[in-house]
């Protein structure tokens, strides 16, 4: 399976919208989702800042806040950064796209696609198309 760009996946790295489409039955990418998901293989690695805005978003769902709790305690999901371990390189990404702007989730992706380099990225944002990891490198994406 390729992603866009062309990149052979390697590490799959996950963002808040296929998350919340997982456990979202009435979401419209959820049958999407469900799709990849036969063909992607787990562990995903994820961030901090994505769970915090996943576990945001499915607030009203019966469970949902609880099921991402558990695929991070079952080994589905992997925490690939730590924060403060990060912050500079963070920072660096958050000021570069001020014109976006880049949210702290979007950052730490994009600086786990910089540490995972076959990586890529499933996401539903756009703007995933317009941020580069390591100054101009593409980041392959799954959409």
């Not at 866009?4 to 996950?14: I, K, R, T």
């Amino acid at each position: 399976m390729k992603a866009s760009g062309g990149a052979l996946l390697g590490n799959v790295l996950v963002d808040t919208g296929p998350l919340v489409a997982m456990l979202n039955g009435r979401d419209h990418q959820h049958a999407t989702v469900l799709r990849q998901l036969a063909r992607l293989k787990p562990p995903f690695i994820t961030c901090e800042a994505v769970l915090a805005e996943a576990t945001h978003l499915v607030r009203h769902l019966p469970g949902g806040r609880a099921a991402l709790l558990e695929m991070v305690d079952e080994g589905f999901l992997s925490v690939g950064l730590q924060l403060s371990a990060q912050a500079t390189e963070l920072l660096t990404l958050v000021k570069r796209y001020t014109s976006v702007p880049m949210s702290l989730a979007d950052a730490c992706m994009v600086r786990l696609a910089e540490l995972n380099p076959r990586s890529s990225v499933w996401t539903f944002d756009s703007d995933f198309a317009v941020y580069r990891k390591n100054g101009r490198q593409v980041i392959a994406l799954i959409v």
